[in-house]
């Protein structure tokens, strides 16, 4: 009995590693970027800088460039900026820093991000920091990620350190569930 359980849990890592393979990940996204100054002696005015990408493929390189400016503030004379860019190959979201500038806010959004077949995101966490001297509240939703920091003080980026994180991919319970039936599927033929 201890053999034939082993075999059907064998033959399901095996569907699984199979199916694996159809898993394609991050594909797509619509890109988003913002730094903001907020002029406390002008009754507390925000000046911000966007950039957008929509519709971005997922390949090397960032998706998020300074060719990707959307709008800025003439008043706004820091234009710190940083290009997104997220590698398909290990789920990761890099935050490069290129210009430094004293901002209050630095705000990140990978919106409709097209996933793998019966994927979705289950996570994001912060794995490098420095860059910034804030700590980030990290948002996320199946298809979507959001990266939020802000602070009183002025801060600036570290054109030394990128900041990194992880994102989770996972498939849909949906697809976990024919997963784990093909374990037990694989144990009961290798039982009889």
Same mark, same amino acid.
């Given at each position: ?23 394609? =990940? ?147 319970? +949906? ?6 039936? =093909?374990?037990?599927? +694989? ?6």
């Amino acid at each position: 009995m201890k053999s034939q359980l082993l075999r059907g849990i064998f033959t399901g890592l095996l569907v699984i590693s199979s199916c694996g393979s159809a898993f394609a =990940g991050l594909i797509s996204g619509d890109f988003k970027a913002q730094t903001t100054y907020v002029e406390p002696r002008l009754h507390h005015t925000r000046h911000s800088d966007i950039w957008q990408r929509l519709d971005a493929e997922i390949s090397t390189g960032a998706e998020l460039t300074n060719d990707d400016l959307i709008a800025t503030d003439s008043y706004f004379r820091q234009h710190a900026q940083a290009d997104i860019d997220i590698s398909a190959e290990d789920n990761t979201l890099t935050i490069i820093p290129l210009v430094m500038g004293g901002i209050h806010e630095f705000e990140v959004w990978v919106d409709n991000i097209t996933l793998g077949e019966g994927e979705s995101i289950s996570g994001i966490s912060m794995v490098n920091s420095g860059m910034i001297p804030a700590t980030p509240v990290l948002e996320y939703t199946n298809n979507s990620l959001h990266i939020f920091y802000s602070s009183a003080n002025y801060f600036n980026f570290d054109l030394n350190v990128s900041d990194r994180f992880e994102i989770s991919v996972v498939p849909e319970p +949906g697809m976990m569930v024919l997963l784990g039936m =093909g374990g037990f599927m +694989g144990m009961r033929r290798r039982g009889k």
